[in-house]
């Protein structure tokens, strides 16, 4: 610990004590001094005073103003090179809080105020720690001309002062030598125990050990309330984070006394996971007060001392400070009695000015005159021959070029001040004005610009200033207004409204100077006025100008003689009263209505009628008249119906039809014809007349008619559904019938003859077996004979006879195959629900068909691929189910007769499969042309054909449908991809349900 301290002897402290009575004398002396006295220090100590002290210091008028600022002072409060003299602290700085405000005026009041620690927020979080003095200095000896700001960052010192504090506490902790209280905390269970606690608790904390032993909390009641808190944070942290435990607070004994108090310890956990606090309680009282002394005694060592050197470089640093800040050069220049020129000070503001460096200039002078313009050579000296001779500020303007060859201007402006020896010092700066040069050219080119508009413009354009007292005066007009009024622009300068209008006339222009003026903003208007004993009417806006404080000072008007649209207007109006007493006797609504300005222009006293709104209530709603009135599904028609005049002809009528709300709230029907009415000088269409008339009634009736032709529709379409039924009804009986009678009637005959072919073989047979015996025995035969053998060819008959015979039994067996595939789909005896074998009736259905499945000449053979799965027997209505098959094979077959399939097999695909325990599918496609999907959905829709007239009747898939679905409960699909393909899927359920007609 000792290693951080210093040590000085009596002497020296009394000495250093000494000098800083002195320094304190010297600044309050300062601080009454009045700056422009002749006491004063000279620009090298101020420029010293400024740049070296290691304190941030601040000179402020009564204002709070900046008068002077060091570099230090910028670089502590983050400033930079921001521009801040003779701007407010308050401006620089907005969130000063109110009590720095408070001494600021203290100070200001001739209060002196210090303070040797403070802590302040920057913006970023952190915290800093100040040293600050403010002392008031006065102008005379009376008056106080502001305050002076000393303030020192002392942060680095007091986190030194902190970390010493924290060292002093663990070299404590370590020497066990030290008095203090050795104690062992444990958490068991969240409840803290005292496993053990020294003697010393009792000088520490005016307790007994046991006592504190049995009840912890004997000990925690005398922790000082302020320091309560803290404590439990320190333990908390410590035990959460498993780091060392360092806590310094104050104890209050009970006999009243206050000690200061140290507790450090490292936790630990034990087997059991226990947190264990092991450690010392140490009585720090007098350590502290101790610290307190030695803390405030380096202080002032530190004050000292900075206070001492600060006072050799206040004043120069001061003055760099400002030179390096400035913007431009800030020089010296001296003239000799001789004609020898030099700049014994130049700024480092040269090198961003000129291109050059401070020494450079000090050794050259003439690198200065050398870069100016030649054209502004001579007004240079003779402005500075001026000066010289007169003592007047120097000042003037000119242009040079930098060695880096950029074009500039640049401003002198500089003090000058003779010398002992005759020769002339000047004391000034250089500034970089391009920009502002360049600002002043565009303003030029700009206010020509602008006069040309001025001047050039066909309207009248007038000006007038609002005086202080709240009146009027014209500041002038243009050209246009000369020519109106004959009154030159020199002439109407400085008049008021009634010198050009008259008393009446100009109060009424008064009073809308006064409107504008007091809305603040600009305003139109129309106004009458006699001009040249002409009556005139204009358009007039007036344009508020405001100055720098927000105060208007001057109007800038606009005008435009509308005198002949008014007297249009006029006249127009005459034409309308003409025209309104006409269309007032027509029963229909007659108006003209603006498409720009969404208006109605004119309307006839028939819309009182119609919707019973007078015209000043169309008027009051022109502007919402499509969201007002208009019902919400005719509102867009409507405005279709305003567009489509963008293309139409002039004499071209377009109708619509639309609702408008009456006054009752109920809807009115209108008819409209429009017609063009107006069109722009560009041919856009501006308004149309239009004649609306009130269908009302007629439209009520065709409402009704629609209602009863809707029930009509749906009437025809129940009976539609009823014939569909009968003729399904009526064609499957006589289809089963004339199915089964055909294959009875056939049956018997076919039985008979199937029948006797066996025997008439045989008969045959011996017939021929009797002719060849007649032929061995008897080879010579009657001519008669032989002639007839050879006319009837009886080897040809013996030979053929037996294949017809063959023939014969084939084509019966084929018959009755025929027959029984009949019976089997016409199942006129399984009309109610049966087991079967759907299978069958599949390939019955193809028998049928066989025929159709055969080649033809403009088509190849149709091949069928049965693809069948293992079901079992399934109830259903086979007949239907076989009508079903027929109508969606017949369908497939029509489409693969119809389909060009280039090098491509003709076929249909049957799979049947079971879904699941319920339900079975049987899928036929095609590999035709397909199906357009926009008609798919009309498939099933009864009287439904694509086929040509006279080869289906639209019926089938209907049928097939009420079949599937109906009686079936199942379900009818359709999948169709052009130029692939059709497939149909059937869905029916294993089992069935009867369904009751």
């Not at 001519?783 to 017809?804: G, P, R, S, T, Y």
Request: one cysteine or more.
């Amino acid at each position: 610990m000792t290693s951080d301290l210093i040590t000085v002897n009596k002497s020296t402290y009394d000495s250093l004590q000494k000098e800083l009575v002195e320094l304190r004398q010297a600044v309050e002396s300062l601080t009454h001094t009045q700056f422009s006295t002749p006491v004063k220090y000279n620009h090298e100590q101020m420029n010293l005073f400024m740049e070296y002290t290691p304190a941030a210091i601040a000179i402020f008028d009564c204002q709070m103003n900046y008068v002077l600022a060091s570099r230090r002072w910028r670089e502590d409060y983050g400033l930079g090179d921001k521009e801040i003299i003779g701007h407010s602290h308050y401006e620089i700085f907005p969130d000063v809080p109110q009590h720095w405000r408070e001494i600021h005026q203290r100070c200001l009041a001739g209060a002196f105020e210090q303070c040797e620690e403070d802590s302040f927020s920057r913006v970023d979080g952190t915290i800093e720690w100040v040293k600050w003095e403010i002392h008031p200095w006065y102008q005379d000896a009376n008056k106080i001309g502001g305050i002076i700001i000393f303030t020192e960052v002392i942060t680095t010192r007091k986190q030194a002062e902190i970390a010493l504090a924290n060292s002093e506490r663990r070299l404590r902790d370590i020497a066990t030598n030290l008095p203090g209280a050795i104690f062992q905390f444990t958490n068991r269970n969240g409840v803290w125990i005292v496993d053990f606690i020294s003697d010393f608790i009792w000088e520490l904390a005016g307790i007994r050990a046991n006592e504190m032993m049995q009840n912890l909390n004997s000990f925690i009641t005398l922790i000082h309330p302020e320091d309560f808190n803290n404590y439990v944070v320190s333990v908390f942290e410590a035990t959460e984070n498993s780091t060392p435990w360092h806590y310094e607070g104050r104890l209050i004994k009970p006999n009243g006394e206050i000690r200061w108090w140290q507790g450090d310890s490292t936790p630990t956990k034990n087997e059991q996971g226990e947190i264990i606090f092991c450690g010392v309680l140490l009585d720090i009282t007098a350590s502290h007060q101790a610290e307190e002394a030695l803390k405030k005694l380096n202080e002032e060592l530190e004050a000292k001392v900075e206070e001492r050197t600060a006072a050799l470089r206040q004043s120069e640093a001061r003055l760099q400070r400002l030179a390096d800040n400035v913007p431009g050069m800030m020089h010296e220049f001296r003239l000799s009695p001789d004609g020898e020129m030099s700049f014994p000070y130049v700024s480092s503001g040269c090198r961003e000015l000129l291109g050059l460096e401070p020494e450079q200039i000090q050794k050259d002078e003439s690198l200065i005159f050398s870069s100016a313009h030649p054209d502004d050579i001579n007004n240079i000296r003779a402005i500075m021959l001026q000066s010289a001779q007169t003592l007047e500020n120097y000042q003037t303007e000119w242009r040079i070029t930098t060695p880096s060859n950029h074009k500039k201007w640049v401003k002198a402006i500089a003090k000058p001040e003779r010398q002992t020896d005759n020769g002339i010092l000047w004391y000034g700066c250089l500034f970089d004005i391009t920009e502002l040069k360049q600002a002043e050219e565009k303003l030029q080119e700009q206010k020509k610009f602008l006069h040309s508009i001025y001047e050039g413009i066909s309207q009248v354009i007038f000006v007038v200033d609002v005086l202080d007292n709240g009146d009027y005066c014209f500041a002038g007009w243009n050209s246009t207004g000369e020519k109106l009024s004959g009154i030159s622009p020199a002439e109407i300068a400085g008049k008021k409204p009634e010198y050009l209008h008259g008393e009446v006339e100009g109060a009424a222009v008064r009073q809308r100077y006064k409107t504008c003026v007091e809305s603040g903003t600009s305003i139109s208007y129309e106004e009458f006025l006699m001009i040249k004993n002409e009556e005139t009417w204009w358009m007039t806006t007036l344009n508020p100008l405001k100055d720098s404080d927000g105060r208007i000072y001057r109007l800038v008007g606009t005008t435009l003689n509308i005198t002949e649209r008014k007297q249009a207007e006029e006249a127009l109006q005459a034409s309308q009263h003409f025209i309104q007493r006409i269309t007032d006797s027509s029963p229909n609504l007659l108006y003209i209505f603006d498409l720009e300005e969404q208006r109605n222009v004119y309307t006839n006293q028939a819309i009182s009628d119609f919707l019973g709104y007078s015209n000043q209530e169309i008027v009051q709603i022109d502007a919402n008249l499509i969201s007002s009135i208009t019902h919400p599904e005719d509102r867009e028609k409507v405005i279709e119906h305003w567009q489509r005049f963008i293309n139409a002809e002039d004499g071209e009528i377009l109708e619509i039809e639309y609702r408008m709300k009456q006054v009752n709230g109920e809807w009115c029907w209108l008819y409209s014809r429009d017609t063009i009415f107006h069109r722009q000088s560009n041919g856009q269409v501006k308004q149309i007349l239009g004649v609306a008339t009130n269908i009302t009634e007629r439209k009520k009736a065709e409402i009704m008619l629609q209602q009863q032709t809707q029930n009509l529709e749906k009437t025809l379409l129940d009976l539609k559904k009823t014939q569909i039924k009968l003729i399904h009804s009526e064609k499957m009986s006589s289809l089963g019938n004339m199915v089964a009678g055909i294959a009875h009637e056939i049956n018997n005959p076919v039985n008979f003859i199937h029948g006797n072919i066996s025997p008439a073989s045989e008969y045959v047979q011996d017939l021929l077996s009797l002719v060849e015996l007649y032929q061995k025995y008897f080879p010579e035969v009657p001519e008669e004979i032989e002639e007839k053998i050879e006319n009837i060819e009886l080897e040809f008959i013996k030979a053929d006879v037996i294949k017809l015979l063959n023939s014969m039994s084939v084509g019966t067996e084929r018959i009755r195959e025929i027959v029984l595939a009949l019976r089997n789909f016409s199942r006129l005896d399984e009309s109610e629900i049966k087991a079967v074998n759907i299978h069958e009736g599949i390939d019955s259905t193809l028998m049928i068909l066989q025929n159709r499945l055969k080649s033809k000449p403009n088509y190849s053979e149709i091949d069928v691929i049965k693809n069948y799965g293992d079901l079992p027997l399934i109830q259903c209505y086979p007949g239907q189910l076989n009508q079903v098959f027929m109508n969606i094979l017949s369908n497939a077959i029509d489409a693969l007769e119809n389909a060009d399939l280039v090098n491509k097999k003709r076929e249909i695909n049957i799979i049947t499969e079971q879904i699941n325990n319920y339900r079975l599918a049987i899928r036929i496609f095609d590999n035709g042309l397909g199906i357009p999907a926009e008609i798919i959905h009309k498939l099933f829709d009864p009287f439904f054909t694509t086929k040509e007239v006279g080869k289906g009747t639209g019926l089938g898939l209907s049928i097939s449908y009420q079949i599937i679905v109906d009686r079936h409960q199942g379900n009818l699909s359709c999948y169709s991809t052009l130029g692939k393909g059709t497939e149909f899927v059937i869905e029916i359920p294993m089992t069935q349900t009867p369904v009751h007609k």
